[in-house]
């Protein structure tokens, strides 16, 4: 399947670096987008430093105020009205999920490194696969057209094959450890929903995130450069710009509509 421009795409955790990537060429490319943001003013002034126009603003987005624990915000979010559109609710045809939590230090050999919410990623997306069977509860004929959904994990966190260097292993599998089994958590939901909330589900897991979300900032290798991976056969790297891995996932996921990438859990390296 082929995405038009009037249908639309749900993004949560766009002010993030990846997330953020992944909306500007998803505007840039004619597409409709609604985006949940706790500070819908860093989101605008993020996508305006992208070169992304109010006017672009006013047509294709709606951004929705609130955080990830809102679930009538994750509603609007998931069923907001497009333009040129009328009549019944229309359902986002897919969703890009990006949120994370912000790394702390704490006091602990073991565990040195934990996130400021560390079940962020698990709790997100449990909140929107709840709003999506709410909303097939009270609308049942949205049902029929539900969305698939990509979430932005983590290399380090597979139980089939070792996807990072063995320099790095340390780090992924004891400094990063509590981020990491929250990443995993929260991609034994999107699996175990695939297919029955979601229409399908495809999981990213970038390498050692580098750069910002600039879409044409320097350090960037190409998104058609990257290796990419799948859990069988990882590609296997040490870093990924954040921008890449946002434009991969545009043109892999959000153009094409995904059902090629559903069931795999893709790795981008450099």
Not at 53 to 67: H, P, R
Not at 189 to 195: A, C, W, Y
Not at 208 to 214: C, E, K, P, R, Y
Request: proline share 4%.
């Amino acid at each position: 399947m082929t995405i038009t421009s009037t249908q639309h795409i749900a993004f949560f955790g766009a002010t993030g670096g990846c997330t953020n990537a992944c909306l500007v060429h998803t505007l840039n490319a004619g597409f409709h987008a609604t985006a949940l943001a706790r500070t819908p003013s860093k989101l605008v002034d993020m996508l305006h430093a992208q070169g992304i126009s109010q006017d672009v603003m006013d047509a294709q987005l709606t951004i929705f105020k609130g955080d990830i624990s809102d679930i009538h915000a994750i509603k609007d979010t998931l069923t907001n009205h497009v333009a040129g559109t009328t009549g019944a609710v229309t359902l986002a045809s897919q969703i890009i999920s990006g949120i994370g939590g912000t790394p702390q230090m704490q006091m602990s050999l073991r565990r040195p490194v934990t996130i400021d919410n560390p079940e962020i990623c698990a709790t997100a997306t449990k909140n929107i696969i709840q709003a999506l069977q709410e909303i097939y509860k009270t609308q049942p004929s949205t049902a029929l057209h539900k969305p698939s959904i990509a979430v932005i994990s983590t290399t380090g966190v597979s139980d089939v094959k070792e996807d990072v260097p063995f320099a790095f292993r340390i780090l992924y599998h004891v400094v990063l450890a509590d981020p990491h089994k929250d990443k995993k958590e929260m991609e034994s939901l999107v699996t175990e929903n695939s297919g029955t909330t979601f229409r399908g589900a495809v999981i990213v897991r970038p390498s050692l995130l580098t750069g910002d979300q600039s879409v044409k900032g320097s350090g960037r290798q190409g998104w058609e450069k990257l290796r990419v991976g799948r859990e069988e056969e990882p590609a296997v790297g040490y870093t990924v710009h954040r921008a890449d891995v946002g434009q991969w996932i545009f043109e892999e996921v959000v153009k094409t509509g995904g059902e090629g990438r559903f069931g795999q859990r893709i790795t981008l390296t450099n």
